[in-house]
């Protein structure tokens, strides 16, 4: 027998069963319509993500070719020397940021100016490096920021994708079947009455 929720067959329990009913069903639609939007969302940062991924490993490939010249002429002593006096060269400022009830980081990456570092045991490669790195470094945080939305937007499309089946698939059909059933056992119970009423009739009238 398929299973049905333990409450008395009464008109009140239907009533409520049934109020209860419609309830589920606009929450079914509005999860819907959520999972939908938020699925929109994902295809769209799937396809920026992918953009800054590409971008992200060509400029890390260029830097790390331009630090391995200077590597090769500075040392790993100079670059370490060359770069105690080197200042920040990107500013990174960091706000949460809300889509669909989802949060997560908006990150902002300015690139800075670079200052001149002592000409003593430098090589015009540090420089190019330095460019290479602070440019690498503004497209990896556009990476994480769009990689992080992403993993959230995806755990909330999963979440939004169970609740939606799981109204659809189980809850509306067990509160379904069990109005059906409340809905035929009184009108079983009416028929009977009408029966014994009839019969009542019958006997006063003989």
Do not use: W
């Amino acid at each position: 027998m398929a299973q049905l929720i333990k409450v008395p067959p009464t008109k009140n329990t239907l009533l409520r069963l049934k109020k209860q009913v419609r309830f589920l069903e606009e929450g079914h639609d509005l999860l819907e319509r959520k999972r939908e939007l938020l699925t929109r969302l994902v295809y769209e940062r799937i396809g920026e993500y992918r953009r800054l991924r590409k971008e992200a490993e060509q400029a890390l490939r260029e830097a790390y070719r331009c630090l391995t010249i200077t590597h090769l002429r500075m040392g790993s002593r100079g670059i370490h020397q060359a770069a105690l006096g080197a200042e920040p060269a990107l500013r990174v400022d960091i706000l949460p940021r809300r889509a669909l009830g989802v949060e997560y980081p908006a990150v902002t990456a300015e690139r800075l100016a670079l200052k001149p570092v002592g000409l003593l045991g430098t090589d015009a490669s540090f420089d190019n490096s330095r460019e290479h790195l602070a440019d690498l470094a503004v497209l990896l945080a556009q990476l994480g920021e769009v990689e992080i939305a992403l993993h959230r937007l995806m755990e909330e499309q999963r979440k939004a994708q169970k609740r939606v089946n799981a109204l659809k698939y189980n809850i509306i059909p067990l509160y379904r079947r069990t109005i059906h059933f409340i809905q035929s056992a009184l009108e079983e119970e009416e028929r009977n009455t009408l029966f014994q009423v009839k019969i009542l009739r019958e006997r006063a009238n003989a």
